[in-house]
């Protein structure tokens, strides 16, 4: 069982920048993939970014890259995601998820968060 906690959303007008911080405990952390979603009302949740259990593997949706950083602190059990350069069209719930292998599809993780609310303001 692993246990996510996500925090740091909050409002942002655009261009600004937050950074995403999820605290994992339970098992070993160093050995889940960890990916970043988000949900928009009325939208299907999607992939933003993830990393390999080894932190040396990132992965990115097309709409993020070159914006947003994910990185990853096994001794410390956290991941991050630093948001740079945001739109309005970020505005959505973020959410931290665990899973043995990365994959970009969120029905193939096991364990998520509650998820923090980022809005960016135009």
């Known amino acids: 069982q692993v246990q996510l906690v996500e925090s740091g959303g909050g409002l942002v007008q655009a261009g600004g920048s937050l950074r995403l911080s999820c605290a994992a405990s339970?098992?070993?952390?160093?050995?889940?993939?960890m990916g970043w979603f988000r949900q928009a009302p009325g939208k299907e949740r999607e992939f933003v970014a993830a990393?390999?259990?080894?932190?040396?593997?990132?992965y990115y949706a097309d709409s993020v890259k070159g914006r947003f950083t994910i990185s990853r602190d096994n001794a410390k059990n956290t991941v991050n995601l630093q948001m740079n350069s945001l739109k309005p069209e970020d505005t959505a719930v973020y959410y931290c998820?665990?899973?043995?292998?990365?994959?970009?599809?969120?029905?193939?993780?096991?364990?998520w968060g509650q998820g923090t609310q980022v809005t960016v303001s135009s």
């Open positions: 998820a665990a899973d043995p292998y990365f994959s970009p599809n969120p029905s193939e993780y096991d364990y």
């Open positions: 339970g098992r070993t952390f160093s050995s889940y993939a």
């Open positions: 990393s390999a259990w080894s932190g040396g593997n990132t």
